[in-house]
């Protein structure tokens, strides 16, 4: 089955640790995406990457940080400098070319107390 | 900067009815508008949108752009309780490929 995991999908950790997500798609998608939802808000971007090492910065990148060593997957660091990191993260890849729609991973929720 | 603005907030309606959904934009050189329904987790993707007053249609779902007045609407007939979800409204630059900027969504709720 092709699609989008991320894992886990709830996860707790204690303020001042970083903690990673992960994020890993087989549907041969160049472009990977992080977002963060926040209760009641869209989603805004973290950061994104079009191809394998190498990505950018989106609209919150601020005490985060990304590696794209490979196609497949695209781990999302959240460091102890993320002022408010209690949130529900998304993962999204995208294929080349004209098709705009992006494909959604089930999202993990990030507890930091 | 970017925006969308995505109008109303929720939305309470009993089975049936038809509703529309709002979406306008600023965007520095549009790409397109996409439209995605979000019912418990991951965002799954609606609609494209690119030219003005072309008409894009799903079942019960349609949706058209209006790129003169930079605006967007999702319509839904005969609504259903499925069709509770966020529904999400992003625009794409043409620069930046790639890069979508979201609006905070619609949150529907269909009573039976």
């Known amino acids: 089955d092709g699609g989008i995991t991320q894992s886990p999908k709830y996860l707790f950790r204690k303020e001042g640790q970083n903690v990673t997500l992960s994020c890993e798609q087989n549907l041969n998608h160049d472009a990977m995406y992080w977002y963060r939802q926040d209760p009641g808000q869209g989603l805004r971007l973290i950061y994104y990457?079009?191809?394998?090492?190498?990505?950018q910065k989106g609209d919150i990148a601020e005490g985060y940080s990304v590696s794209r060593e490979k196609k497949e997957s695209f781990p999302l660091t959240v460091t102890s400098a993320q002022k408010n990191p209690t949130a529900f993260y998304l993962c999204?890849?995208?294929?080349?070319?004209?098709?705009?729609?992006?494909?959604f991973g089930p999202g993990t929720r990030l507890t930091v107390t | 900067e970017d925006k969308v603005v995505q109008s109303p907030l929720s939305l309470v309606v009993h089975e049936g009815d038809t509703v529309t959904l709002n979406c306008s934009y600023e965007v520095t050189n549009f790409r397109s508008l996409l439209w995605y329904k979000q019912e418990k987790k991951a965002p799954t993707f609606l609609f494209m949108l690119?030219?003005?007053?072309i008409e894009k249609k799903s079942g019960r779902l349609s949706s058209i752009l209006d790129k003169k007045e930079l605006f967007s609407i999702l319509n839904i007939t005969a609504t259903q309780t499925g069709d509770s979800a966020v529904y999400l409204c992003?625009?794409?630059?043409?620069?930046?490929?790639?890069?979508?900027?979201f609006g905070d969504g619609t949150t529907l709720t269909v009573k039976p």
């Open positions: 999204a890849s995208r294929p080349s070319g004209e098709r705009n729609e992006q494909y």
């Open positions: 992003a625009v794409e630059r043409g620069t930046n490929a790639g890069k979508s900027t």
């Open positions: 690119t030219s003005s007053g």
């Open positions: 990457s079009q191809i394998v090492n190498d990505f």
